[in-house]
């Protein structure tokens, strides 16, 4: 599987921005997409995610309410609508195929079958 991210760029505080990731190859198997980040520095978190199956989405508690994930399964591409930027919201984006929310003990992680190249999106006045 591939996954093709684009859509980043530099952007002023209180602008938007729309990302999205296509995936090809063997996608049959993708029940899941997802959008991910690392700023510089920091350790890559989670920002959101989309079952394919039903429509339910997922949120990171620093972009809920001012990003929207949302996919077209027959083009197998997923979208990241990003409202309200903030200068820390930098950071490279990453887009993942079936990410899996597991919780152990309190502490959450996520396991990811595929990842994409990050597209880098840069909030700054």
């Known amino acids: 599987v591939q996954l093709q991210a684009c859509g980043g760029g530099l952007v002023r505080p209180g602008d938007s921005l729309t990302l999205s990731c296509e995936t090809s190859g063997r996608t049959s198997d993708t029940y899941a997409m997802g959008w991910f980040r690392q700023a510089p520095g920091k350790e890559r978190k989670f920002v959101a995610l989309?079952?394919?199956?039903?429509?339910?989405?997922l949120y990171g508690d620093s972009v809920q309410g001012r990003f929207t994930i949302s996919g077209d399964k027959a083009r197998n591409t997923v979208y990241l609508q990003m409202d309200n930027l903030k200068p820390g919201d930098t950071a490279v984006y990453y887009c993942?195929?079936?990410?899996?929310?597991?919780?152990?003990?309190?502490?959450?992680?996520?396991?990811?079958?595929?990842w994409g190249k990050g597209t880098l999106v840069t909030v700054s006045s």
């Open positions: 993942a195929v079936n990410p899996t929310r597991i919780v152990t003990v309190g502490i959450i992680t996520y396991e990811v079958d595929y």
């Open positions: 989309i079952n394919w199956s039903g429509g339910s989405t």
